[in-house]
Each structure stands twice: as C-alpha cells, then as structure tokens.
C-alpha cells in the first residue's frame, strides 16, 4: 500500500476511535515509524521519504496505530511534546505538557525583564515544561524543582539535561508540603509556579485515553480537586519572598472557591488575580503579599 493510502486508513481509524486532531495524528505517527518530517509523506515518488511500505515498516506503523485507538496520548507514542518553545520528552509515568499551562510563561516574560537572577520553585514539576522553560527564558536564574514521583524527576531530568540546564537545578523527591518543611525560614523564592493535581476524580468528563494511560497522581486530587491545590498554595506561600509571585494553574471551575479560600486563609495580606485561558476560564491564579507588591521586582507589567 502506499504511504499516502496508509495515511488515509490510519486517519479515519483514529478518527472513528475519537481522536480530535486524526490526520494531524496520522502525520505524526507514520513520519516517526519512517523517520521523516510530516511534510516529506506528501513529496512525489522522488522526494517522499518512502514509496511502498515494507512488512517491516507496516508492522511497526500498526503497532504504533493501534496504541492511538487505544486512547494513548500521542505525546507517549512519539515520546515527546513541544511546550513553549522547547520539546520535552515524555513516557508513561509523567502528565503530558498542556498548552493552557504556557500562560503561566506568557506572564512571567512579559512581567520579569529576561535578566533578572530569578530564584524560582517549581512544585509537582513532572516533565519540568514550566521551570525550565522559565530558566531558558531567564538566563541568570535557578531553580528548585520538586515532585513526589520518582518517574516525573526521571523525565525533568532527563530534559534539563538535554536543554542544557542542568548547572542551574536543584532536585526535590517528595511532596511540596514536605519541601516547604525544609525549607521555612530560608531566603524564600521570587517566583513559584505550580500544575497541581485539581481534576475531582469523579469528573466524567475527562478523556477515556487520559483517565487510562497518565499517572491519576499528576490529574486527580480529593476535595472536588481542590486537596492539592490548597496544599500547594499553604506550602507556596509559606516560601514566597517579598515582592515574588506564586502562579498555579486551576481548573475550569475552581476560580470562586480557590478565591474564597485563599481570602478567608491570608485575609488582606494577600493580593489575588486570575488569568484566562483562550476559551476564556479563569485558569491560572496569580498570588502575592499585598503588603511587598512590586516591591524587589522591576514592574515592567501588570
Ligand atoms: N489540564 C489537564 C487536563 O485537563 C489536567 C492537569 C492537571 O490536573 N494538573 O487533562
């Protein structure tokens, strides 16, 4: 069969089993069992990277397929996603980057001139999309990067080592609660972000493929998902330096009963906004001392 018809079974197939972007899938899959960019499947006979198929190679792309109808996310089949502007690799064991998640770079490169010596904590860092994309962007600052999985360090490891980062990070494997303990009453951190797990186990509106194949600890949180965002904010703001800003992404519907949280726990002591995401959710809450605003930190926005 040629490449151009196995691309066209493979897309309807994937569609049928409800993948939302099937041809972008079937792109990806088929230029990654022939080693090829996507756009080399369309060359004619002389430039395409392949012609007919070999056993070989049909054999491989069925593999890969069949994990796709499965539900798996495409990110795992490749082993690796594209977050901000670097690609991080990615396996089971560690929650696949979402784009909602680069607001949270969005702000801190609009808001922090890039040569600020920023010391910045990532909590639950899993692959650690938003600490080392935020250390490539701030060339002078270091990071403390801590997750309770041994899997998810594997990958942020493995990541700032290929990114070439690794010089300015520092490892934590345990919870942020107990990173906090170690850490009270030191210098404290001038930016802290986190991806918490915030989706309330019994949500049925989460994809089959991602309840089946990512790790529940990186999704699922008790409380209607709101457990570990509260752990996360206790331990932040226990860390958070004057003048700094604690950045976590929430769900959809958390917005009010975060706000109202955080405001009966620190009262006027804490200044509290929220950004949205292109669907217009308030999806990442933005904290700091209201007393230390813009104190330390050159406002360039905000
Ligand atoms: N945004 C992810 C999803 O909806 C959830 C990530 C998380 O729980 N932190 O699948």
């Not at 897309?11 to 972008?24: H, K, L, N």
């Amino acid at each position: 069969m040629s490449v151009l018809k196995v691309l066209e079974k493979m897309t309807q197939e994937f569609e049928v089993a409800g993948s939302r972007s099937p041809r972008r899938d079937a792109e990806l899959i088929l230029s990654c069992a022939l080693n090829c960019e996507p756009t080399e499947l369309y060359g004619s006979k002389s430039s395409s990277c392949v012609d007919v198929l070999t056993p070989v190679q049909s054999l491989k792309i069925q593999k890969l397929s069949e994990r796709r109808q499965r539900g798996e996310s495409i990110a795992y089949i490749l082993g690796y996603r594209d977050f901000y502007k670097s690609r991080f690799l990615v396996g089971p064991g560690v929650l696949v980057p979402r784009p909602e998640t680069e607001h949270i770079l969005e702000w801190s490169v609009e808001f922090y001139p890039v040569e600020k010596p920023l010391r910045i904590l990532d909590l639950g860092c899993g692959s650690g999309c938003i600490g080392l994309s935020l250390l490539k962007e701030f060339s002078k600052s270091q990071l403390s990067a801590v997750d309770i999985s041994q899997e998810a360090l594997f990958y942020a490891k493995k990541n700032a080592g290929v990114l070439n980062l690794k010089d300015r990070v520092t490892w934590f494997l345990g919870s942020a609660q107990q990173f906090a303990e170690i850490h009270s009453g030191t210098q404290g951190f001038d930016l802290i972000v986190a991806n918490p797990p915030y989706i309330d186990p019994m949500d049925p509106d989460v994809e089959p493929g991602v309840r089946l194949f990512e790790p529940s600890e990186a999704l699922f949180s008790g409380d209607g998902g709101l457990e570990a965002i509260k752990e996360f904010s206790l331990s932040a703001l226990s860390l958070l330096a004057p003048g700094g800003y604690f950045l976590m992404e929430i769900g959809g519907g958390q917005r009010l009963m975060l706000e109202s949280w955080l405001r009966n726990q620190w009262r006027e002591e804490i200044e509290v906004s929220f950004l949205k995401d292109y669907s217009g959710y308030h999806r990442i809450c933005v904290v700091s001392w209201a007393s230390q605003r813009g104190k330390g930190i050159e406002v360039s926005h905000g």
